[in-house]
């Protein structure tokens, strides 16, 4: 899938580039501007505390997992990003891969945005499959308004979309474990 959308970077780029609207671009940089780690944080934080205050363990459990994933995804792009040096669709000078760069014109792949969205509600996907799905689109929206405004190529998305859901399926793991171990009864005399 990562490799089909590097093969289709240029063909998506120019059909945005050809299809952009003034009406669209303002939809998409507020997307964009919003759509970053600190509102889905602070979405997380205010879910977790209405669980917290109707007494739902696990609906708590799993908000606060949500906000982990979304950090967790979040920094491990930064790392990458950083370390790679891609540039951005809009650098002119200097296109391609350049190693490690601090400028934010060379911090591409993958996208911070994307990656953060994808592992926070992918956590609700892993554990509520019918109330993610249907946020699965906060995330897609997020990712096309990352393209759209001219931040990211498709594989860009396509690559941070993939390390949010790994994030999120590892969070998930951990929460589920967790559930278990904290829903049972120990039987230490079989360890015994």
Not at 30 to 57: E, M
């Amino acid at each position: 899938m990562l490799a089909a959308a590097f093969y289709c970077d240029a063909a998506v780029r120019e059909w945005i580039v050809l299809h952009r609207t003034r009406g669209g671009s303002a939809f998409m940089g507020a997307v964009s501007r919003y759509g970053d780690w600190p509102s889905h944080i602070l979405l997380g934080v205010a879910l977790a505390g209405v669980a917290y205050a109707k007494g739902s363990k696990r609906l708590l459990r799993i908000f606060v997992a949500m906000i982990l994933a979304c950090a967790v995804a979040g920094a491990a792009a930064r790392v990458i990003k950083v370390s790679v040096g891609r540039a951005r669709p809009t650098v002119r000078a200097e296109a391609g891969w350049n190693g490690p760069r601090w400028s934010s014109k060379y911090n591409a792949f993958p996208s911070g945005h994307t990656a953060s969205s994808t592992a926070f509600f992918g956590v609700l996907v892993f554990a509520r499959w019918r109330a993610g799905a249907a946020l699965c689109a906060v995330p897609l929206l997020i990712a096309l308004s990352r393209m759209y405004v001219g931040a990211h190529h498709l594989s860009d998305v396509t690559g941070a979309a993939l390390l949010g859901l790994l994030t999120a399926w590892l969070i998930s793991r951990l929460l589920a474990r967790g559930e278990r171990v904290g829903g049972q009864t120990i039987d230490r005399t079989a360890t015994s």
